[in-house]
Nanobody, 128 residues
C-alpha cells in the first residue's frame, strides 16, 4: 500500500520557520517527482513547489519563492520543505504529492491532477 506521510506542521509566529517532512513508502518511487501543495480554508488547493527525481530541478510558486526550499533525502523517498519568514497567508493544510511527470512545464507540475499519490496533509498555522 502506497503511503505518503507528512509531518512537521504546527503553530508558528509570523516571521518564524518550520520544516515539513514527507516520507513515501509502499513502492519504489524511482523517476517520481515530489511536490508540496497547500490549501487554505475556503480556497482551492494550490501549488507551492516541486522537485524532480534527481533533486537537481526545483520550481516554486511566486508566493513562496525565496522563502521556501524543497529538498530530497538521499534515499529519494523523502522530501522536505523548509519554510522561512512565514506570514499569515501561508496558513494552510500542506499536502505532499508524488507523480511521474515532466516538470519542465508549469502546466504539468502545478496541476494537482498530474500526481498519482497524496498524503493526508499537515496543518500549518501562522499567527500574526
Amino acid at each position: 500500500q502506497v503511503q505518503l506521510v507528512e509531518s512537521g506542521g504546527g503553530l508558528v509566529q509570523a516571521g518564524g520557520s518550520l520544516r515539513l517532512s514527507c516520507a513515501a513508502s509502499g513502492r519504489t518511487f524511482s523517476g517520481y517527482a515530489m511536490a508540496w501543495f497547500r490549501q487554505a480554508p475556503g480556497k482551492e488547493r494550490e501549488f507551492a513547489t516541486v522537485i524532480n527525481w534527481s533533486g537537481r530541478s526545483t520550481y516554486y510558486a511566486d508566493a513562496v519563492k525565496g522563502r521556501f526550499a524543497i529538498s530530497r533525502g538521499n534515499a529519494k523517498n523523502t522530501v522536505y520543505l523548509q519554510m522561512n519568514n512565514l506570514n499569515h497567508e501561508d496558513t494552510a493544510v500542506y499536502y505532499c504529492a508524488a507523480g511521474r511527470l515532466p516538470i519542465y512545464s508549469e502546466s504539468f507540475y502545478a496541476n494537482p491532477g498530474s500526481y498519482d499519490y497524496w498524503g493526508q496533509g499537515t496543518q500549518v498555522t501562522v499567527s500574526s
